[in-house]
């Protein structure tokens, strides 16, 4: 298959290219002959990725590594483990890691890479090899001043230690700085597990004072209570928010006075669910989108806020938490409704932010403390906030739309700035 078929056969590739098309006009008219390098992965490397099994049989994987754009810096972003990757949804998903990196200003190009393979079908020393061998295959174009891997669906902190090794083990010495997302003792950063969650908190409160919603008191509704929603919901209720209603993969609960979210926490750690958390009582999944709330949170999974449910959503402000959670047919009828959305290449974006901060560690090799991440993250969110709505009063558009004209400037200002090579 090539892969210009492969670009026009693609959803998520035809959706990020939209995006671009839509935002074009906005650009300034020296950027416009650059737009082209955004519509095209700089480089996309196939790889094939046997291992011997535990049963002494040999099966191929196929891996990749993409890398979108360059321009501000070495590629950032995941490597995902999933039965369905493919080279177009990676292109797309390194293409999204473009924007999120510059919506953010951080010195970073996007890249995003996976395996197509169930990690839950494979062994834990399957797995290793599995990761190992990919490392090695992909080790080429990856380097911490080239391209730097993270976890991201289906991968975790072990897998990333498991790359670092395996890097370190080609180069001969130890290179903390190839990927991000490792255990603490590797070279990892604390802060880093919470940092989404937290990410979200911190652009939804200074977005709420821009459009006077007051954070004491409001009915917070979150969709999804792992990683993100926990973290997010926790910073809610420390606020005095009210967290009136959660729901995950077990089912949906309500507190009329707001729920006690450590005591959630702790029984999601028990019951693997927020299903008969006794605090609560459980009401019906689809009652979710219609109950009386102020913030909504989608921190689950993408394409969550349809049409219809757009049309009876009671809340002000929605936090996106996942990624790609709303559709955009309802993202027309939210804005109509005057209900602000903080888009997730901005709501979403202090994971990466705390990555930067772990590769800025790992190449000092001098540690900050906990506090220390969450001061410079809270700053660098309320710093992309403020820029991405400034943007959007400029141009009178919407904050998603601000943040990828805002990204692209910045991308197209240093391609236009780095010139074309040769010249
Ligand atoms: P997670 O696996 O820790 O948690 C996912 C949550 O979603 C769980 O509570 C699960 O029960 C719930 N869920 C799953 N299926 C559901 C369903 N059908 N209905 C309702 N709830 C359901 O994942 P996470 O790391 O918290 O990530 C959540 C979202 O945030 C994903 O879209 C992810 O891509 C995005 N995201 C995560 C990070 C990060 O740093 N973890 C960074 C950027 C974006």
């Keep these: 298959m090539s892969l210009s078929y492969e670009m026009e056969n693609s959803r998520a590739w035809q959706t990020y290219l939209a995006q671009i098309n ?10 416009i002959p650059f737009v082209n390098t ?10 094939d990725v ?9 099966q191929h994987f196929e891996g990749y590594r993409v890398q979108h754009n360059l321009s501000r810096g070495p590629g950032k972003g995941g490597i995902r483990y999933h039965p369905d990757v493919e080279l177009n949804e990676v292109m797309a998903l390194a293409a999204w890691m473009t924007i999120k990196t510059a919506v953010l200003n951080l010195p970073y190009g996007g890249a995003k890479g996976g395996v197509r393979v169930d990690p ?9 090899r599995l990761t190992r061998r990919f490392t090695s295959e992909i080790s080429p174009i990856i380097g911490p001043q080239t391209d730097i891997p993270a976890p991201d669906v289906g991968t975790n902190a072990s897998i990333m230690g498991w790359m670092m090794d395996t890097y370190s083990s080609i180069k001969g010495h130890t290179v903390t700085g190839v990927v991000t997302g490792k255990p603490v003792h590797l070279g990892g950063s604390l802060g880093r597990v919470r940092a989404t969650g937290r990410g979200v908190f911190v652009t939804g409160l200074e977005v709420a ?9 409001s009915r917070v509704a979150i969709q999804g209570f792992g990683n993100v929603g926990s973290e997010a919901a926790y910073l809610f209720h420390k606020a005095n928010a009210k967290v009136v209603c959660v729901q995950d993969h077990t089912g ?3 507190s009329e006075q707001g729920l006690d979210v450590k005591q959630l926490q702790n029984h999601v750690a028990q019951h693997q669910g927020v299903a008969g958390f006794p605090e609560a009582s459980m009401i019906d ?11 909504l949170i989608p921190a689950a999974l993408e394409g969550q806020i349809t ?3 757009a049309q009876n959503l009671t809340a002000k402000l929605i936090l996106e938490g996942a990624n790609g959670p709303t559709y955009p047919e309802a993202e027309e009828i939210l804005l109509q409704r005057q209900i602000s959305i903080v888009p997730d290449v901005l709501c979403n974006a202090g994971g990466v932010t705390v990555s930067y901060f772990e590769w800025v560690q790992d190449m000092a090799s001098y540690f900050w403390t906990e506090d220390e991440i969450n001061q410079r993250l809270d700053k660098l969110m309320m710093s992309a906030v403020e820029d991405v709505w400034s943007k959007a009063q400029e141009k009178q558009c919407s904050l998603r739309t601000a943040a990828y004209i805002l990204a692209c400037e910045r991308i197209l200002k240093a391609r236009k700035e780095r010139g074309i090579f040769p010249g």
């Excluded at 955004?38 to 790889?47: G, M």
């Excluded at 046997?50 to 040999?58: A, F, H, K, L, N």
């Excluded at 999944?285 to 913030?295: A, P, R, Y």
């Design 209 to 217: 004072k821009k459009i006077n919603l007051s954070i004491e008191g």
């Design 22 to 31: 839509q935002v074009t006009p906005y650009l300034e008219e020296d950027l």
């Design 252 to 254: 949906t609960i309500y």
């Design 307 to 309: 049409a219809e449910r």
């Design 120 to 128: 839950r079908k494979l062994s834990p020393r399957e797995l290793e």
């Design 285 to 295: 999944d689809q009652e979710f989108w219609t109950i009386e709330m102020d913030i």
């Design 38 to 47: 955004l519509k095209r992965p700089k480089r996309a490397l196939i790889v």
């Design 50 to 58: 046997p291992i011997v099994m535990d049963d002494g049989s040999i």
